[in-house]
Nanobody, 120 residues
Framework: QVQVSESGGGLVQAGGSLRLSCAAS????????MGWYRQAPGKQRELVAL???????NYADSVKGRFTISSDNSKKTAYLQMNNLKPEDTAIYYC??????????????WGQGTQVTVSS
């Protein structure tokens, strides 16, 4: 069963914008946090932005002022609005959802990733 799914990636020119969406399945009963990570070729996966169930957010320094994370708790969905994209933002973007499943076990689920390519 797919627990986390992402959408919204694509090819954009430098300076452009994209909006990524992440949806958690109903099997994840309680959500503590939803986060966006990215992995560029030859590099480790890194945190881009995180939003807690309280609404608190955290961003990587490299995206502060350009990216905005938000969530709709009723839909168990998180969004990443990416503005003023740069070629160095090119990567596969993954969504991570942490919480609990219906029966109470820990959920730490990843999506399959969505490619973001920024051309110069």
């Amino acid at each position: 069963q797919v627990q986390v799914s992402e959408s919204g990636g694509g090819l954009v020119q430098a300076g452009g914008s994209l909006r990524l969406s992440c949806a958690a399945s109903r099997s994840i009963f309680t959500i503590f946090s939803m986060g966006w990570y990215r992995q560029a070729p030859g590099k480790q996966r890194e945190l881009v932005a995180l939003i807690l169930s309280t609404g608190n957010t955290n961003y990587a320094d490299s995206v502060k002022g350009r990216f905005t994370i938000s969530s709709d708790n009723s839909k168990k969905t998180a969004y990443l609005q990416m503005n003023n994209l740069k070629p160095e933002d090119t990567a596969i973007y993954y969504c991570n959802v942490q919480g609990t499943f219906v029966l109470g076990s820990v959920a730490n689920s990843w999506g399959q990733g969505t490619q973001v390519t920024v051309s110069s």
